[in-house]
T-cell receptor, first 113, second 111 residues
Framework: EAQVTQNPRYLITVTGKKLTVTCSQN?????MSWYRQDPGLGLRQIYY???????DKGDVPEGYKVSRKEKRNFPLILESPSPNQTSLYFC????????????FGSGTRLTVV | QKEVEQNSGPLSVPEGAIASLNCTYS??????FFWYRQYSGKSPELIMS????GDKEDGRFTAQLNKASQYVSLLIRDSQPSDSATYLC???????????FGQGTELSVKP
């Protein structure tokens, strides 16, 4: 089944403790992206990647890191999480053509206390 | 000015009616436009894409694009209670990986 898989689905952590949210896709997509979704603010793009070793900032990259060492994986790293990073995070991927929309993973609900 | 704007709603329509959802965007060079549906607690699901002026139909859904007016809309014919969800408009303006979302319109279809 074609899908984007994120792990974990739920995560509660403490301020300052480094964490990684994994994302993997099995559709051989070139583009991958991370979004966060907050009430009243909607979906905001954190980072995206056009291919292996090629990444760019979205609208809210502060406090996040990403890497794209393999085509199928695009982990999101929070090196020193803070409470304002409590959010619902989505990973997404799409093919090369610009008229392809992103396919989203199931989401990761992160709480930083 | 937000890059992608939608009325937040809620928009309430009776079952069987046409639901009309609207979206405007600010970047005139935007290339591709998408409508996503998001049920509460679920991830966004792509339902329509459009990149040429005019109408594009897929089943009960019709997307309309007017680049001169920087306006894109989604019509849902014969609305069903199962269509009750938040509808997100998204705009890709540089053919790259950046995809900007509006805040979504909540649709409620009453039986």
């Amino acid at each position: 089944e074609a899908q984007v898989t994120q792990n974990p689905r739920y995560l509660i952590t403490v301020t300052g403790k480094k964490l990684t949210v994994t994302c993997s896709q099995n559709m051989n997509h070139e583009y991958m992206s991370w979004y966060r979704q907050d009430p009243g603010l909607g979906l905001r793009q954190i980072y995206y990647s056009m291919n292996v070793e090629v990444t760019d900032k979205g609208d809210v990259p502060e406090g996040y890191k990403v890497s794209r060492k393999e085509k199928r994986n695009f982990p999101l790293i929070l090196e020193s999480p803070s409470p304002n990073q409590t959010s619902l995070y989505f990973c997404a991927s799409r093919g090369t053509a610009s008229n392809y929309g992103y396919t989203f993973g199931s989401g990761t609900r992160l709480t930083v206390v | 000015q937000k890059e992608v704007e939608q009325n937040s709603g809620p928009l309430s329509v009776p079952e069987g009616a046409i639901a009309s959802l609207n979206c405007t965007y600010s970047d005139r060079v935007s290339q591709s436009f998408f409508w996503y549906r998001q049920y509460s607690g679920k991830s966004p699901e792509l339902i329509m894409s459009i990149y040429s002026n005019g109408d594009k139909e897929d089943g009960r859904f019709t997307a309309q694009l007017n680049k001169a007016s920087q306006y894109v809309s989604l019509l849902i014919r014969d609305s069903q209670p199962s269509d009750s969800a938040t509808y997100l408009c998204a705009v890709n303006h540089n053919q790259g990986g950046k995809l900007i979302f509006g805040q979504g319109t909540e649709l409620s279809v009453k039986p």
